[in-house]
């Protein structure tokens, strides 16, 4: 069988960073291709290249076996690519039906036929099960209806080539079942679907083929019912589960919590669509890792003990009292401090200089009525620069011109400033070149032993057993493991995520 749609050894490299080195995927007509990989894998840089978004440097795209350049998403929709993302990419204002069909409404006569346009969309959503008022707007109706027309919108659109970027996040288990026998439906109809998804459950309930990316480079291509779960892990994260790793990290008793007071404490902790019945222990002046997929929760998990998310039950306690966080400056008041995963999007200030970044948190801490002076400022700037050894030539540089490492030392600088009680690092060392990494690894390390207390985020097993005391494994937004004294290595927190992953 011939592909309907070929990238051949794509290359895309963006300032400083080779986003897709030689990555190929082939699309068969009737198939359902799983795209898989964590974080930075690649896969949206990938997607945004074979539907127009984004122009690639070298490699090729065959469609029906004619190359093309797409230099944007119209130019591939009209071949018959067609994207529908996680954030649903619609006009709320509008109604459905004009939703369904922007950009090739009926006409007669010249003008758009809304009639037919209606009869059309009724007669598409019929097919998802939907039964709604096509000319209502969107608006009116649940992001998870919503995100089902965006994917209606594919089909109405004739697509050859569809892309469902975590098409199930927002459905509920009876709107995942209709999406799959919609799937079915179209792979009848020689549609080839690409899934992007994090739930490998449904990977394996819908898809017939894998592709796996890792650090921007292709990892391999496996028919589904040929590749274990096991092994699917294995090709994300890079690591056998056979494999033996010899650790030199902290030394560990059996039980880490009994020796000192528990600084941090969440009981049954649950967040809308983030984590489920979740309790863990932190005790002070240790370290503990949260491991797992992309998708598992361990993000989330971050994010709720900073107030960034609301409980829905459960209650988290701080130095044994409860903790009510109604945002992140209730958190800094308490002493928690959070370096986030996207650093360019929610860490750095990208025009502000290294000092204004560094003095940021102290600053809201202590209000803005009580302003640091500028030599106060000048000397904590300093102070960090040379604590950290961040490679600038003075503090005034602004920080969007670092590099990715030093911009992290920054942030962390931001959050040492205020010496927290409770430091959470959420994919410290991601996006930053091998010496950079080595060097926050060591700076993590010497936190630790200085005592302070610290929650990590990380998908780089090897760092996350390096450092931590206790390293929890969370699977489907739950956790499902804690592993300490002589199970805490790289091979068994590897099998605790396999297992029935």
């Known amino acids: 069988m011939n592909s309907v749609l070929a990238l051949n050894a794509i290359c895309k490299q963006y300032p ?132 089902l027309v965006a994917i209606a919108r594919g089909v109405a659109m004739s697509a050859k080539v569809l892309v469902l970027d975590e098409p199930t996040a927002s459905l509920d288990a009876d709107e995942v079942k209709t999406l799959f026998s919609i799937l079915e439906q179209l792979k009848a109809r020689g549609v080839a679907i690409v899934f992007i998804t994090h739930f490998l459950d449904q990977v394996y309930a819908v898809s017939d083929r894998i592709t796996v990316l890792r650090n921007g480079q292709f990892v391999g291509e496996y028919e589904t019912k040929q590749l274990p779960q096991a092994k699917l892990v294995e090709a994300m994260l890079g690591r056998a589960l056979e494999d033996h790793l010899q650790m030199d990290g902290v030394e560990r008793t059996a039980d880490e919590d009994s020796a000192q007071a528990v600084l941090l404490s969440l009981q049954g902790v649950s967040v809308k669509d983030s984590i489920q019945s979740l309790s863990l222990t932190l005790a002070e002046g240790k370290a503990v890792g949260l491991a797992g997929l992309l998708g598992s929760g361990r993000s989330e998990v971050c994010n709720a003990v900073f107030g960034l998310d609301q409980l829905n039950s459960g209650q988290i306690q701080l130095k044994g009292k409860p903790l009510k966080l109604t945002n992140p400056a209730d958190a800094i008041q308490e002493g928690i401090a959070l370096c986030p995963e996207d650093r360019k999007v929610d860490g750095i200030i990208g025009p502000l200089s290294i000092r204004e970044n560094i003095i940021l948190a102290l600053q809201a801490r202590l209000g803005w009525w009580r302003g640091l002076s500028r030599a106060k400022q000048d000397e904590l700037a300093q102070f960090f620069i040379d604590k950290l050894q961040i490679a600038t030539p003075d503090a005034d540089k602004p920080i969007e011109q670092l590099s990715g490492g030093n911009q992290q030392k920054v942030i962390l600088a931001r959050w040492l400033a205020i010496e927290p009680i409770l430091l959470i690092l959420d994919e410290p060392t991601r996006g930053i070149d091998i010496g950079a990494h080595a060097e926050i690894i060591k700076l993590i390390r010497s936190l630790c032993d200085d005592g302070m207390s610290l929650l990590v985020a990380s998908s780089e097993l090897d760092e996350l057993v390096a450092f931590s005391n206790k390293v929890v494994v969370m699977r489907d937004r739950s956790a499902v493991k804690e592993l300490t004294g002589n199970e805490l290595t790289s091979q068994h927190v590897m099998q605790a995520i396999a297992e029935g992953a």
């Open 16 to 147: 400083g960073v080779k986003a897709l080195q030689d990555v190929s995927l082939n699309l068969y007509p009737g198939e359902v291709h799983a795209l898989l990989g964590e974080n930075g894998a690649g896969k949206s840089t990938l997607v945004k290249i074979m539907t127009g978004a984004e122009t690639k440097n070298s490699g090729s795209i065959l469609f029906d076996g004619k190359e093309y350049e797409f230099c944007s998403p119209i130019e591939a929709q009209r071949v018959g690519i067609v994207s529908v993302y996680q954030e649903v990419n619609l006009l709320p204002n509008l109604t459905v039906a004009q939703n369904l069909f922007l950009g090739h409404e009926p006409r007669k006569l010249g003008l758009i036929n809304h009639s037919e346009m209606a009869k059309q969309a009724k007669a598409v959503l019929a097919q998802f099960k939907l039964d709604i008022d096509v000319n209502a707007p969107l608006a009116q109706y649940s992001v998870a209806v919503q995100q």
